[in-house]
């Protein structure tokens, strides 16, 4: 059973992000699995993703905190460091990570990576090409897949 | 009151000495007996420095401590006690100090010199580390934990200012904030050498006589030198006054602060007493004027503590809030608990960046699985368990 021996930090954590959730996240652990969290991002003001609401999914695992969290968007996006898969191309999630990090550290780092592009450092190819050659019309597709599949509806 | 550590590892550093990567950033040192011309200086650390200058001790390296002072906080009552750490070494790198887990979007960069405010200190002393192997295994990491000093008199060294006697505009006049739990004297001194025995002989004895000034016990009291007693600074180059020479031992503002024969309560275990040999707390500094013009501001770049014979430098910790002590551990606190398992009450500080952030037992489990600082990611060479006593009150 997953949530036997479960550690006092993810109680902790879990807690904390309950009673005091930062702003524009949203994260409650699965009812069968407490190291599995559904979690849901709005996209930042005065970015492409304004307005949207970004399903993730975030899966603490048994090393955790010794190792990063899983965390994959469920919400197609269309954004140079996400691929189509949702997987995310984030320093801290790899090499980067620190046992200091947290869950809600996590998040807000995903929603600033949201804020702030990086199609110097691409996990998708293709939209990190149409970034860099024409940035105006890239903000403008992944505007477009906001409404078209973070409306929330 | 009080926080201490004690040395369980007397003969870590020769094994240190061979187990570790090329340190970072390299360190140097000095002694008072023997002073090392052929070391290059520091390199200028990745973030930013603490102030002070590094120490080897001068005596027998393995039971040689370094202390830290504990700053007072800005609002809780003053205390005067002090880090003590044996067979320990710094390095000048010191960074976000904090007690939360850092966002890694918004990271802490404290400057050293405000860093102090509500976190104590320690200091380091630490024995040359030869650049090893660069492949070493897993890193030995030592473990220590810590036992304490006192400190009788702790001169607060944000609030050291260097001010025109009104009266004489050429001369200057010392002030600062100071904390004393018995009566004592302040001496001051300009372009000071330290030597042996902590000892400290001006330059130019003719025409910078030390001062001394009485000061009776109290915490938060001001000192003012007396107008009249002041100095005029215009005999210096201004880039001496700017610059210190640690590796000289060689300060432009000295402030030696001693308390007078201590109580019957210092009495060594055995019953003997200590001999005569005065408790100090000694402050560094150089004095800057920006552009050449302005009034001088006082800079910090040291303090040493002087006790029962044995030298310490004072350095700070991050993220040891006054509180962070086991008894009065508040499971709500997020700035007091681990940051690993965020459950204990964190009492071990990573070495050399300085960083206050984890329980031992994390501590224990994180060394062998990574040598970075959970918070800085800096490399770690030592781990510093800090007891805390709250029974000698």
């Keep these: 059973m997953a949530n036997s021996n479960l550690p006092r930090r993810i109680i902790k954590e879990t807690q904390r992000l309950l009673s005091e959730p930062a702003p524009g996240i ?10 599995y969290f559904n979690v849901m991002i709005l996209g930042p003001t005065q970015s492409p993703y304004e307005g949207g609401v970004f399903k993730l999914e975030l899966f603490l695992p048994e090393e955790y905190p010794m190792a990063a969290p899983k965390v994959r968007f469920l919400t197609k996006i269309y954004h140079p460091n996400i691929d189509k898969l949702g997987r995310i191309c984030l320093d801290i999630l790899k090499d980067k990570w620190s046992p200091a990090l947290q869950i809600r550290t996590v998040l807000l780092s995903i929603q600033a990576l949201l804020s702030a592009p990086n199609p110097d450092d691409p996990l998708s190819e293709n939209i990190a090409k149409h970034w860099k050659s024409n940035e105006a019309e890239a903000v403008e597709t992944a505007k477009e897949w906001t409404r078209l599949y973070a409306s929330g509806a | ?111 050293p010199y405000y860093a102090n405010q509500g976190a104590p200190a320690w200091a380091p002393v630490r024995p040359p580390v030869a650049a090893a192997a660069a492949a070493a295994p897993p890193p030995y990491v030592d473990h220590q934990t810590t036992k304490k000093i006192r400190n009788d008199v702790n001169l607060h060294k944000d ?87 640690p590796e000289e031992d060689l300060f432009p503002l000295v402030i ?35 552009n050449g013009i302005g009034p001088f501001e006082v800079k910090v770049i040291r303090q040493i503590l002087w006790i029962d014979g044995v030298r ?26 681990c940051v690993i398992c965020m459950t204990e009450p964190k009492d071990t500080a990573v070495l050399p960046c300085r960083h206050m952030c984890m329980c031992s037992e994390c501590a224990k489990a994180l060394r062998l699985q990574s040598n ?22």
């Design chain 2, 256 to 290: 030696c602060a001693e308390t007078s024969m201590r109580t019957s309560e210092d009495e060594t275990s055995d019953g003997s007493t200590i001999d005569a040999s005065p408790h100090m707390q000694i402050t560094q500094a150089v004095l800057v004027k920006s």
């Design chain 2, 1 to 111: 009151m009080g926080i201490s550590w004690s040395n369980t590892n007397s003969n870590s550093n020769r094994r240190r000495r061979n187990n570790y990567p090329p340190p970072f950033p390299p360190p140097y040192y000095y002694s008072s007996d023997a002073h090392p011309p052929q070391l290059p200086p520091p390199p200028p650390p990745s973030q930013p420095p603490p102030p002070q200058g590094y120490y080897f001790p001068p005596t027998n390296p393995s039971t040689t401590p370094y202390v830290g002072t504990h700053p007072l906080p800005p609002a809780p009552p003053p205390q005067t006690h002090s880090f003590y750490y044996s067979n320990g070494y710094a390095t000048p790198t010191a960074a976000a100090a904090t007690t939360n887990a850092p966002n890694y979007a918004n990271r802490l960069h404290y400057h």
């Design chain 2, 312 to 337: 310490y430098e004072l350095r700070e910790l991050y993220g040891i809030g006054s509180g962070s002590t086991a008894a009065d551990f508040d499971d709500n606190d997020p700035g007091k608990e």
């Design chain 2, 159 to 245: 609030t050291l200012r260097l001010e025109i006697d009104e009266l004489n505009p050429d001369h200057h006049l010392v002030s600062f904030v100071f904390d004393a739990l018995f009566d004592g004297r302040f001496t001051i001194y300009y372009l000071a050498k330290e030597e042996e025995k902590c000892r400290f002989i001006p330059l130019y004895p003719d025409a910078f006589a030390p001062i001394s000034f009485p000061f009776q016990k109290g915490v938060g009291q001001k000192f003012c030198q007396p107008p009249g007693t002041g100095i005029d600074l215009g005999f210096f180059e201004l880039e001496d006054l700017a610059k210190p020479s």
């Design chain 1, 26 to 35: 949203s994260a409650s652990p699965s009812e069968d699995n407490m190291r």
């Design chain 2, 372 to 393: 970075k600082c959970p918070i800085c990611r800096q490399p770690i060479e030592e781990l510093m368990e800090i007891k805390i006593n709250n029974d000698d009150k």
